[in-house]
């Protein structure tokens, strides 16, 4: 069992830059892969950025690629999403989840979410 923590989340300006963190109960946050998801009001959950066990692959979405940077350290059982140049479109609640699957949409555990605002 793993239980997800997001903090971070807030009121910014577009442009502006926040660090969406996500702590992790349990010894064994290292053997599992963590994401990051987003949902917005009205449309569907969807996925922003993966990163594997050790921190050595990730993949994101077409749209915040260049912009978001999804990390982990595992001593500290925390995974960070660092967004960068955000946009009024990136305003959503968004979620922390782990998977013990090589499959980077299918979530095992998840978080209860923190909101991230982005004014225009």
């Known amino acids: 069992q793993v239980q997800l923590v997001e903090s971070g989340g807030g009121l910014v300006q577009t442009g502006g830059s926040l660090r969406l963190s996500c702590a992790a109960s349990?010894?064994?946050?290292?053997?599992?892969?963590m994401g990051w998801f987003r949902q917005a009001p009205g449309k569907e959950r969807e996925f922003v950025a993966t990163i594997n066990w050790n921190g050595a692959s990730t993949v994101y979405t077409d749209s915040v690629k260049g912009r978001f940077t999804i990390s982990r350290d595992n001593a500290k059982n925390t995974v960070y999403l660092q967004m960068n140049s955000l946009k009024p479109e990136d305003t959503a609640v968004y979620y922390c989840?782990?998977?013990?699957?090589?499959?980077?949409?299918?979530?095992?555990?998840w978080g209860q979410g923190t909101q991230v605002t982005v004014s225009s």
């Open positions: 989840a782990a998977r013990s699957t090589g499959n980077y949409l299918r979530y095992d555990y």
């Open positions: 349990g010894r064994t946050f290292s053997s599992y892969a």
